[in-house]
């Protein structure tokens, strides 16, 4: 720690406020402070650990007590030291509980002690700094981890009050070991030292833990040594190896079986098919009549369904005619019923023009006449209707006739497929060929379903 500037207000001998530059030392490291008795050479030692610690540099003083008995009320106690401390720069301000007049009316108040640590590295004379710490016991234990001392130690270390000196000198060894390892910074050392304890007994744990495993693995092993260990080691690993070959022989045994037997599943597989197309291939050949019977059942089916259809349509048609017929001549003979009742009334209305009476009578008589004229025009409607019922006649003719040119189609595809069934059955001569003409029975049994699906829904659902 270097001091750089101490400014005393009403401390100790101080009344007034008292300023010690030390930079006006100019870096002089060595320097004499002397006066007569009472001067206050000491306060200036207990100021600096006053403002440092809140404590005396004897011990021997009570920091409340330093007020100064010349200061005037007003004034109050209160020590500022700068000081640098390697690179950087602080200052410490702090004030001891004191009494001070009141701000309302007379007497005297007690202030409680305040305390404030500035960081002004780089800082202008002016400017206060940045601040670290705040309150009388904060400051203090910022100072100790700054100083890297307590009080006790700074006392005896850095700041030696009159007659205190031989205290260090007669301290006890641990006293005096723990101030001079503060002063010398030897802590590291003694972390090194622990640490290297520490690794030590870590090793000294794991070395006795691997011992005991040993033991524990020989007694075990019923060794009496590792040597012997070693050997057994050895004679296993060798029998390992012999093992080992003794797998690989089996493993490839296990795959020359298991390609032989999916050799074996896949013949049992085609003997299965084989077996299920002579299955399939002897059903068919016992359904044989059976299928022959359907064929002409449906034929004749075919047949009669065809013929049925057209002869209800021909019939129906027929009667259509027949009823224009009879209409066309009933109409005829009313029309010529009209023109015979009309050539009596024109003679009746040529011999009686003059008769006012009856002329209304006849007139009457050719309305009526006329009505009957519009009936006979019903007669040429009855022929268009004849005329409809001879197309729609033709227009079955040629359905009926579409309708035959499939089902002989669909006989000449049965016929062929029927053929390609026999032809099959005779040429069967393995197990082989027999599943391959079975595979064919079947495509044709789907291609005939094909055929019969083309035919009309009337004839389709009377064959099935």
């Known amino acids: 720690m270097k001091p750089l500037r101490l400014v005393i207000r009403a401390f100790g001998p101080y009344a007034a406020e008292q300023l010690f530059d030390f930079s006006a030392l100019a870096g002089r490291s060595f320097f004499l402070i002397h006066g007569q008795t009472g001067s206050g050479k000491t306060s200036i030692l207990d100021a600096i650990c006053f403002v440092l610690y809140g404590q005396t540099s004897g011990n021997q003083r009570d920091p409340e007590r330093m007020r100064s008995d010349h200061a005037a009320p007003s004034t109050p106690t209160e020590v500022v030291f700068d000081f640098a401390l390697g690179h950087d720069a602080y200052r410490v301000r702090r004030t001891p509980r004191q009494p001070r007049p009141k701000k309302r009316g007379s007497g005297l108040m007690i202030q409680d002690p305040e305390a404030t640590l500035w960081k002004r590295t780089g800082c202008a004379p002016e400017d206060e700094g ?14 100790e981890q700054l100083m890297g ?67 524990e693995n020989l007694r075990q092993s019923g060794a009496a040594s590792p040597e012997e260990l070693q050997a057994r080691r050895q004679v296993i690993a060798i029998s390992i190896a012999a093992a080992n070959i003794d797998v690989q022989t089996l493993a490839a045994a296990k795959a020359h079986a298991q390609a ?4 074996a599943k896949e013949i049992a597989a085609k003997l299965a098919r084989r077996d299920e197309a002579l299955k399939l291939l002897r059903n068919l050949e016992a ?125 000449s595809a049965f016929q062929t497929q029927e053929q390609g069934l026999k032809t099959a059955t005779e040429a069967a001569g393995s197990a082989k060929t027999l599943a391959i003409e079975a595979q064919n029975a079947k495509l044709a049994a789907e291609k005939r379903k094909k055929l019969e699906d083309l035919l009309p829904p009337h004839l389709r659902t009377k064959h099935r």
Request: aromatic share 6%; glycine share 2%; proline share 1%.
């Open 130 to 143: 940045s601040p670290q710490a705040d309150g009388w016991t904060e400051v203090t234990d910022y100072v």
């Open 149 to 215: 001392f307590q009080c006790d130690q700074f006392r005896q270390v850095v700041l030696l009050p009159q007659g205190q000196f031989q205290k260090l000198l007669l301290d006890t060894s641990a006293g005096r070991q723990s101030i001079l390892e503060r002063l010398f910074q030897v802590d590291r050392f003694a972390k090194i030292e622990q640490t290297l304890k520490e690794a030590a007994t870590t090793v000294r744990k794991k070395s006795e833990a691997l011992r005991t495993r040993r033991d």
């Open 260 to 263: 032989q037997w999916s050799v």
């Open 287 to 411: 359904r044989r009549e059976e299928f022959t019977l359907k064929q002409i059942e449906h034929e004749r089916a075919v047949k009669a369904a065809a013929l049925a259809d057209a002869e209800a349509s021909l019939t129906a048609r027929d009667g259509e005619a027949q009823t224009a017929r009879q209409n066309l001549d009933a109409k005829q003979k009313s029309l010529a019923a009209a023109n015979r009742q009309k050539e009596n009334a024109e003679r009746q209305h040529a011999t009686e023009a003059a008769k006012g009476p009856e002329r209304e009578s006849l007139q009457r008589k050719i309305t009526q006449l006329e009505e009957m004229v519009t009936k006979v025009r019903d007669v040429d409607t009855a022929r268009i209707a004849l005329a409809r019922a001879a197309s729609a006649f033709k227009d079955h003719t040629t359905e009926r006739d579409d309708r035959a040119a499939a089902l002989a189609k669909f006989r």
